[in-house]
């Protein structure tokens, strides 16, 4: 038992390590199993051959050996139809998505044999359904689009894929199996219904009733000082002012007052975010004012942890912003 045990944890098929670069299928990692019609098969190849030899007919022996021949040459084709193949991931289509989104890893297949392949199904091991079916000719490649589905942010590694072939008579399935070196980022999901990106809703004096200023104008000049509004930053907060009031007067709180500098950016930063928002509905937010604020040509900062940017426009800049979100304490 030892020593099945062994066996088994070195079977090929069992990958661990992750493979960079192109993959060759060597012989060694293709593996043949029965389908459900090639057990049906044998099953009736056994009782025309028991059949035979209690009835003594040369001629259905003859007819078992026949048929049988078949499935011997298809178990060959079958097993030659993946070897020989050499694999890669095209990494420069591995585009970045959004949490909820489907994620596709762009599989490169390279025939160099003289064969034609047929019928070759490509999924991933977890995905058991809707495979991606490709022919791929003599001295030719083709490339096969694997889709998964992202749930959560930060980087999503490639599962193990897998390769499988029931040409040409379908009695045997031939597999392999690949575990590439890739990984594709996945970006928080926008919240839906977040407060809207205007200069109204971040300017400290709003409306009682509207939700807590989560982004803040840029400072500008300073004014002076005045009474706490709902939704001012808390690092405007005058503490050495409110020290000198006393407390008769029933002023409590004092803010300091900026005027806008008539520039127009806004900055994003977590830490202003309401306390009692969960973190991952804080980065959800945040991702919604960095795309609101880059399809409405806003200038925006950003601040997330020790991810500080100024004011800027431009897919760098939202890349940039939108890769912090990701990655944050990930």
Not at 2 to 9: A, E
Not at 53 to 81: E, P, W
Not at 119 to 144: C, G, K, Y
Not at 188 to 205: C, F, I, Q, R, V
Request: hydrophobic share 45%.
């Amino acid at each position: 038992m030892r020593k099945i045990w062994q066996f088994y944890k070195r079977r090929p098929w069992r990958l661990r390590e992750l493979e960079s670069g192109e993959v060759f299928l060597n012989q060694r990692r293709i593996f043949i199993m029965p389908t459900r019609v090639g057990l049906t098969f044998c099953v009736i190849l056994l009782v025309l051959f028991i059949s035979a030899m209690n009835y003594n007919i040369n001629l259905g022996f003859a007819l078992i050996f026949f048929i049988a021949s078949y499935a011997i040459v298809d178990l060959c084709l079958s097993f030659r139809n993946l070897a020989h193949l050499y694999l890669s991931i095209d990494t420069a289509r591995l585009y970045p998505v959004f949490a909820g989104e489907q994620a596709y890893f762009a599989c490169h297949v390279a025939n160099r044999s003289r064969y034609d392949r047929y019928a070759i199904e490509l999924n991933f091991e977890i995905a058991d359904r809707h495979p991606t079916l490709i022919n791929v000719a003599a001295q030719s490649s083709r490339a096969a689009l694997l889709p998964i589905s992202t749930t959560k942010r930060g980087w999503l590694a490639a599962p193990k894929v897998r390769l499988r072939s029931r040409f040409p008579l379908g009695l045997v399935r031939s597999l392999s199996y690949w575990r590439p070196d890739a990984r594709i980022l996945v970006y928080p999901h926008p919240e839906e219904n977040s407060p809207p990106l205007s200069s109204k809703a971040l300017h400290p004096g709003r409306e009682k009733g509207e939700e807590e200023a989560d982004m803040r104008m840029d400072e500008g000049d300073f004014v002076g000082i005045r009474p706490y509004q709902k939704g001012d930053p808390i690092k405007h907060l005058a503490w050495r002012q409110m020290a000198k009031v006393p407390f008769d007067l029933g002023v409590t709180l004092l803010s300091k007052h900026f005027e806008e500098d008539g520039n127009g950016a806004i900055y994003i930063d977590f830490a202003n975010l309401p306390i009692e928002m969960d973190k991952e509905m804080k980065l959800s937010r945040m991702t919604s004012w960095v795309l609101m604020a880059e399809a409405q040509g806003v200038p925006y900062g950003f601040s997330l942890g020790n991810d500080v940017w100024a004011p800027a426009l431009g897919v760098p800049h939202k890349l940039a912003c939108l890769r912090a979100l990701a990655l944050y304490e990930s």
